[in-house]
């Protein structure tokens, strides 16, 4: 079980006052939909769990079952089936509009029960003396959208959530085909949420993103549901997240040039439909503050209109509880070196000129 | 300010199904009172902030002031004043009655407010509608304790958070004299509690905790000072930190065998006075899931019996939100085999000699 792999490199550090105080090592692939890597910063070849990172992908049967179109899908609601939502108010709206169109109901959820991400809307449950239901799960919109998917496939909706239900087959299909990988059943887990998240490289995740933002590769009808899916996200960013979180933000200032989705234990993803690339990265240890760090070095790197917007995440700033400036979250030589030649790919000069000329 | 040192080892490793899905690195050192290294697990030698970890040694002006007796400390009072409390009413209770018997008010506190670290208490707070006061804050008893030491001393109390006021160059020369090393000026950062917290390398704090646990090569005055800290967590381990949490389990389980204390961004110290040693390590990036689970594997080699109190924390089995076992937090090969050393050192059998005659 023990390491034998050689380190992967620091990519974030963490400073107070003039010394780094902690460390956050990591790996990151950009990757063009034939597989050519851009950018393999880390040990990209070994098997990790894409976690929520691939929700979007795990919506598919939803769309190819004519599930959305028999029940009328909104946008609002495709995007919240793609989604780690923050439980607000929204969210719940949508999730549960999803379920009566399915004509099921929230007992079907096997997602189990968290606290809304959301902070507000927890303390507005906590001072009502109200328990976190399942519907408030981050994860509950996937879970409506699989069960949507069953119904209109006509398998039995309860039991879904098992790795041997006829529906995460299809699902672990369509991930392994979407990322031209083989999934390996030996290295299939149990998530947060209790569905399967099967474990591929980073690469054949960032292979995956870039053939998800562009179609590239994939049959009409899967890129079709992709296109749409992905539509639906950037249409409504705020379903696919909540409000001032890093994937909601990015995608609301950015629009369709950049598709965005975080998992647990360090894991984010995205796609650049407009330059081609699909990017994917862990943070070793699973935490968020570096993961997001990282992404935005890389896409700032890839997208200069993510410079602005990204201002404050890239500044990094670390406040005390009494609001005094102690450190920063930063990016490490090695992510920085990274970045700069991402900066000078022909790739990216080509893509900013594509962008104009679309 | 970027990494040149070589990359500390992955001291835990985070399972899901069959493979390792995160990693902590880390570094582990284990000293005598004289500065000899029993275990030096990485890079012991970088200055590291302790954080919270030091705070009986920043109550020694509590003591050696005159503090404690001429306002009539009661134990608990003192082991509030070292704590990381969880916020709970009899935290509260005690911090308030310390500020009391020093004449002063919450008004004093400089640490600032957050949420009480215990979900309960959090909860019933937002229940009643409430905000957090600087009293939440896990640190209030310690400004309190400091507050009391600048009384007695005639310091204005006003500003006892500042580096250059007289209580915090005071306890600077305590840190630098218990762990026999010289702090540098350049390295002192802002806590996130506003008080300074100095850099220094993990094999000093190790020495410092060996010495602290047992009066080795210290002033009488201050031997004792430290000896009645330290009494007053082990026979009050609730008041350093809360129900369920690890210090407070630890001790209340182990009682004066074990001095542990915890510091935000994955910092751990301890102290074992009856076989004379300290133990200080670093999470490198600040997880306290990783901390815990290392300090355990070198507590339950020097301290047999500690490891059936331990049993679940080794076992460090993780569940889902429907209470799946997905996973586990466990030691790497590297702190195995850190740990199976000490185990064999003439040290632990000496100590259990020791031990049992006493």
Same mark, same amino acid.
């Given at each position: 079980?023990?390491?034998?792999?050689?380190?992967n490199?620091?990519?974030v550090?963490v400073t107070?006052?003039s010394i780094v105080e902690?460390r956050?090592?990591?790996?990151?692939?950009?990757?063009?939909?034939?597989?050519?890597?851009?950018?393999?910063?880390?040990?990209?070849q070994?098997?990790?769990y894409?976690?929520?990172?691939?929700?979007?992908?795990?919506?598919?049967?939803?769309?190819?079952?004519?599930?959305?179109?028999?029940?009328?899908l909104?946008?609002?609601?495709?995007?919240?089936?793609?989604?780690?939502?923050s439980?607000?108010a929204v969210?719940?709206?949508?999730?549960r509009?999803?379920?009566?169109k399915?004509?099921?109901?929230?007992?079907?959820l096997?997602?189990?029960?968290?606290?809304?991400?959301?902070?507000?809307?927890?303390?507005?449950?906590?001072?009502?003396?109200r328990?976190?239901?399942?519907?408030h799960n981050?994860?509950s919109?996937?879970?409506?959208?699989?069960?949507?998917?069953?119904v209109k496939?006509g398998?039995?909706?309860?039991?879904?959530?098992?790795?041997?239900?006829?529906?995460?087959?299809?699902?672990?299909?369509?991930?392994?085909?979407?990322?031209?990988?083989?999934l390996?059943?030996?290295?299939?887990?149990?998530?947060?949420?209790?569905?399967?998240?099967w474990?591929?490289?980073?690469?054949?995740?960032?292979?995956?993103?870039?053939?998800?933002?562009?179609?590239?590769g994939?049959?009409?009808?899967?890129?079709? $549901? !992709?296109?749409r899916?992905?539509a +639906?996200?950037?249409? #409504? %960013?705020?379903?696919? *997240? &909540?409000?001032g979180?890093?994937? @909601?933000?990015?995608?609301?200032?950015?629009?369709?040039?950049?598709?965005?989705?975080?998992?647990?234990?360090?894991?984010?993803?995205?796609?650049?439909?407009?330059?081609?690339l699909?990017?994917?990265l862990?943070?070793?240890?699973?935490?968020?503050?570096?993961?997001?760090?990282?992404?935005?070095?890389?896409?700032?790197?890839?997208v200069p209109?993510?410079?602005?917007?990204m201002?404050?995440?890239?500044e990094?700033e670390?406040?005390n509880?009494r609001?005094?400036?102690?450190?920063r979250?930063?990016?490490s030589? $090695? !992510?920085?070196?990274?970045?700069? +030649?991402?900066?000078d #790919? %022909?790739?990216?000069? *080509? &893509?900013?000129v594509?962008q104009? @000329?679309?």
């Amino acid at each position: 079980m023990s390491e034998t792999a050689p380190a992967n490199p620091i990519l974030v550090e963490v400073t107070r006052g003039s010394i780094v105080e902690s460390r956050h090592a990591g790996a990151i692939a950009v990757s063009d939909p034939d597989g050519h890597l851009l950018l393999a910063l880390g040990d990209v070849q070994r098997p990790i769990y894409p976690r929520s990172a691939v929700k979007a992908m795990q919506a598919i049967p939803l769309i190819e079952s004519g599930a959305a179109d028999a029940f009328g899908l909104t946008d609002d609601e495709l995007a919240v089936a793609c989604a780690s939502h923050s439980g607000d108010a929204v969210h719940l709206e949508a999730v549960r509009s999803l379920l009566v169109k399915a004509q099921l109901d929230e007992s079907y959820l096997a997602c189990g029960a968290h606290w809304p991400v959301s902070e507000e809307t927890m303390r507005a449950l906590m001072r009502a003396g109200r328990r976190p239901q399942s519907i408030h799960n981050n994860c509950s919109g996937k879970h409506a959208g699989m069960l949507a998917a069953a119904v209109k496939l006509g398998l039995e909706p309860r039991g879904y959530e098992q790795p041997d239900h006829p529906l995460q087959v299809m699902i672990a299909r369509i991930i392994s085909e979407t990322c031209c990988v083989t999934l390996d059943r030996a290295h299939v887990g149990v998530d947060g949420c209790s569905v399967p998240t099967w474990a591929l490289p980073l690469s054949a995740l960032a292979r995956g993103f870039a053939r998800l933002g562009t179609g590239d590769g994939l049959p009409p009808q899967r890129a079709s $549901a !992709l296109h749409r899916l992905v539509a +639906a996200c950037s249409g #409504s %960013p705020v379903f696919v *997240a &909540g409000e001032g979180r890093f994937d @909601t933000v990015v995608m609301a200032a950015l629009g369709p040039a950049v598709f965005v989705k975080g998992g647990a234990e360090g894991m984010h993803c995205a796609a650049l439909p407009e330059l081609g690339l699909g990017i994917a990265l862990k943070i070793d240890d699973g935490a968020k503050r570096a993961t997001e760090r990282a992404l935005s070095g890389v896409l700032v790197a890839l997208v200069p209109e993510a410079e602005q917007m990204m201002a404050a995440q890239l500044e990094g700033e670390l406040l005390n509880w009494r609001g005094i400036s102690v450190g920063r979250v930063l990016a490490s030589e $090695a !992510l920085v070196r990274a970045t700069a +030649a991402l900066d000078d #790919s %022909p790739r990216r000069r *080509a &893509g900013a000129v594509a962008q104009s @000329t679309r």
